[in-house]
């Protein structure tokens, strides 16, 4: 089989309007742009890619404003890629009134996807805090998907207990130990999901063993571009012998088409 054969969305990546809002480390002997994105998604045969505007760079005088600016660059995006790109916005625990108005704005801009959520980048930490847990409530009034950076256990743990109605996607399976408390997690909730972003993914088995832990209809294709090249994903599932093309097809594009309502 080759990659054309299937439509691939990219569930899990991380665009740049502005350039300290690119993260690749290697950017520049990447020859990297807005225009080059989607030339290369393009060429990979990728219809589709989702996620979270990060800015590493820049200064700002809080760290809400770190979250608007993040998510108005995502908005532009999204004008610019058109039907391309699906933007995904961030919220912030010590800022619950205005995320709270941001959750209500991007349901009324039709935008369903939270995340990635990334607080290491926005000065908070824990998952299962108060404040959090407010705004995944509210995020499951609005029925909007919570794609979460993989982070603190224990924190996951009681986050996924308390909210088994909000839908959410683990970025990055991790390596043993870390994957497998997913596996535990996707027990907790039939609304657990786990995108292929990241590290993990290439030990060996590691695909198969999701697949028949939680089900290949819970199992997303995602790269973490510009961080990593979507291409070694790409081959990772394409080129793995131990899932069929049937499971192949599902986790490229279908889990995502029905997640995302596409």
Known sequence: MNFKDFEIIDFHMHPFYKSEENICAYADLCDMSVENTLKMYN????TTFCGSVLDIHGTYESEWAKVVACNESALKLRDIYKGAYV???HVHPAYIEESIKEIERMDKLGIKLMGEICPYLFSWSDYSCPEFSVLLDEAEKHNMIVS???DGADAMDKMVKEHPGVIFVAAHPGEYGSF??????AKMSENYYLDLSGYGMFRHGMLRKAIDSMGVDRILFGSDFTTCNPAMYIGGVLLDELITDTEKEKIFSLNAKRLLGL
């Open 148 to 150: 979460f950076h993989s």
């Open 43 to 46: 060429n990979l045969g990728v």
């Open 180 to 185: 497998m408390r997913h596996l535990e997690r």
């Open 87 to 89: 933007p995904g916005f």
